[in-house]
């Protein structure tokens, strides 16, 4: 039978390139996995973080199968983000990608009964043709899912196809209330003395159904009468058993969880389940942790599912890559509906390598994935227009999307469009549903513009379904203010605009899916924004998944069924003013708010309640009523709010926006733009621009003002840059680049001779 060893304990790794070691290294630094060497400098803020190859060493011994002529395999489940496996000195398998599994057949390089070496030599340097190549978050290094030997009898379930688990099960519902399961296996070194047995459980591990085929006919389907469905509020999982028979005795034996359910999209009626109308609501999730990064515990999954499950949402987009097994297990088992994507982010490349690699990353999460029920979307890139467009650009889409159809034809495809990919043009139709990344609010243009947004998009593509894949704005905890404004960083601007995009979604259930960006908070190496530096600080979350912000309480009062009640502001403790004001999240219909035990308002509302009080002097109690559920907090009137509620940033950036205008004092920011030959101007990309430092300068300064962003080339967020104009940043940063902003940018640029 099959055998499963864990290789978690006892590693040696050092950072040093050291080359392929004889025998095991007893000068390397001794780690047990998951591990990554980014747990600290992924997000630390101290710069950049260590993107090298890194080498890990451990002996093992061959684990023993009762019959002579077993095989054994070395699984890693991801290595970020390249790996070579060597065992006792020989390579057995060389991976690209830093998210999917993989195996390599290790038996013949395997000495019974004494140590063998198994060296995995990992790296999370730059290649260029392997993905994700430029983007807002960190590229981890290391094992960071683990390693494990599996011992099979030499015939067994197939493990050699893109690290796939040899059994692939479609449940589809019929409509008379049963269910049929079509199954399918594959079978490595087979004879006709093998059979396969396949067995259907249901939830109580009651058999429902079963069928036997011979070991090259394993395709089958059974009929299972009296189905439950899988839903979101009752995932109900079957368990399918292939069972790899020689007589009387079980050779292998495999297993899938699976769920019985139907899902469409409809442009109109947004997204359907079994049935009915379900408008998708929820979160994306980046997998990493404080000073963890992405080296995680199955509990550490499970407990990030658990906060998305007790918010209300039912959807969850996985970006920007393939997550771990374990919370595709717990998004199977609490009932989310998932978009799983691959890293094909912000700019292309055009080497036809890089296409391959975008290639074998979908295989490996279609492979790998396609039992879970959870899975309903296959996401092909992301914001890939950032890069700007092309032909092929256009080409490599569609053939994503046909491979995507290829293996998989129950599911659907989608895109995450950069906020700027034009609402006409070649990117439209190529997935079966679509949707934007829009920041309206944040990067560009006010809250306010995304309803109308969605609304004209609407009304032009009656045709397509429309979604938003990410809209979200940075909230820190410590700042806090009366008048929250977009880019303050604050914690009440954030809840402010969570309110806002709510309601917009509550108010368009065709829209087929919302995805606020992020879940929780994430490391990015690169930035340097509202003060934390090397993190992107959207969260609902904190990294550390300690502290839920003001924000996720909006979502929650939008979404959760349960009786909830919240009084936002807690972390503005000390406050200044005559009045105060005080923000109630709940999904009851009346709240009443008390001020040191006296009743200050009873209000009915819509999950937003807003309410006037007068502090006294000192410390205040204010406790907020909603039936049997209450919530309270202390505030303490001070006479002046402590310094450490604002961003120093926030009042520099005003100043500065004031300086520009002075700087450009003698322009004409309303004359007709100018593009002499030989000059520079907002029709050039980052790149071009950079090679003159004068007309760098000028660039660098107009979006440190308007973005609050420090753009340096080679450094940081370059990468994502570096492929625009002045005119497609402007086109982003919206209303937020003052009137005339472009015309005084390009007024400057146009003074410097190119190079
Ligand atoms: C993009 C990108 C994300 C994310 C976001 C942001 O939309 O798709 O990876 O980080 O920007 O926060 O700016």
Redesign the pocket.
Known sequence: MRNLICLNQDWRFTREDAGLPKALPSDWERVDLPHTWNAVDGHDGNGGYARIKGWYARSFRTPVQPLAKGRVYVEIPAAGQQASVYVNGTEVIYHEGGYSNFRADITDLCKPDEDNLLVIACSNENKSNVYPQA???TFYGGLYRGVRLISVPDTHFDLDYLGGPGLKVTPRPCESGGATFEMTSWITNGDENFTVLYSVKDAEGKEVASACRPFDQTTVTVYVPDAVKWDIDNPYLYTVTAILQRRNEAYDEISARVGVRSFSCDPEKGFILNGKEVPLRGVSRHQDRLYKGNALSREDHYEDARLIKELGANTIRL??YQHSQDFYDACDELGFIIWAEIPF?SVMNQDPAAHQNCISQMKELIIQNYNHPSICFWGIS??ILIGGISDQLVENHKELNALCKELDDTRLTTI?H?SMTPINGPMHGITDVESY?N?FGW?GGKMEDNGPWLDNFHKIHPEICIGVS?Y?CEGIITYHGPNPACKDYSEEYQALYHEHLAKVFDERPWIWSSHV?NMFDFG?AARDEGGVAGR?N?GLITMDRKTKKDSYYVYQAYWSKKPMLHLAGKRYAQRAGETTEIRVYSNQPTVALYLNGELVEEKSADKVFVFQAALKAGFNIVTAVAGDLKDSMTLEKVEKEPSIYVLPEVNERAEGVANWFNLVGDLDLKAPMEFPEGKYSIHDTMEEIAKSPEALKVMTDAIKITMNMKLEPGVGMWDMMKSMTPEKMVGMAGSMAPEGFLESVNAKLILVDKL
């Open positions: 983007a807002d978050f970006a920007h982010i992301n914001e995450a950069v990344n920041y990067y990410e979200g960006w990015c992107n959207k």
